[in-house]
């Protein structure tokens, strides 16, 4: 899956592309990019040539591209390489490093529940 071969610096465009209902222009993403990361039109472009090559994103027009795969299958992929598809080793080593705030586990009860509401 093209998901699994994704650097960082790909992964800043598509979170730029994932944020957009339309397709985005490399202008667009540079510019979203430009606060943070200070980007060239020529990186943008190449970052986004390479995920072109790997499947992630399409252009569907000459500059203008959307995402092929989701921000899901990105996340599925990294707990299966890193938690061995644990997303319950994920949240132990989460709450073993201290990351998650008294609101989060909070959260993350609710939601849990929710889920096995839905059972």
Do not use: C, H, Q
């Not at 093209?2 to 960082?8: D, M, P, Q, V």
């Not at 998650?100 to 849990?112: A, N, Q």
Request: overall charge negative.
């Amino acid at each position: 899956m093209a998901s699994e071969k994704i650097t960082n610096a790909e992964l800043e465009i598509m979170r730029v592309v994932w944020k957009s209902d339309v397709p985005r222009s490399v202008a667009d993403i540079r510019i979203a990019l430009a606060e943070t990361l200070g980007w060239k039109a020529t990186t943008v472009k190449t970052l986004l040539y390479n995920l072109r090559d790997k499947g992630a994103v399409e252009e569907v027009k000459r500059g203008v591209y959307r995402a092929v795969i989701r921000e899901s299958d990105v996340t599925r992929d990294f707990i299966t390489r890193v938690f061995d598809g644990s997303a319950k080793k994920l949240v132990a080593s989460l709450i073993d490093d201290n990351e998650l705030s008294e609101d989060d586990i909070s959260e993350l009860r609710k939601m849990l529940a929710r889920g096995s509401d839905n059972d």
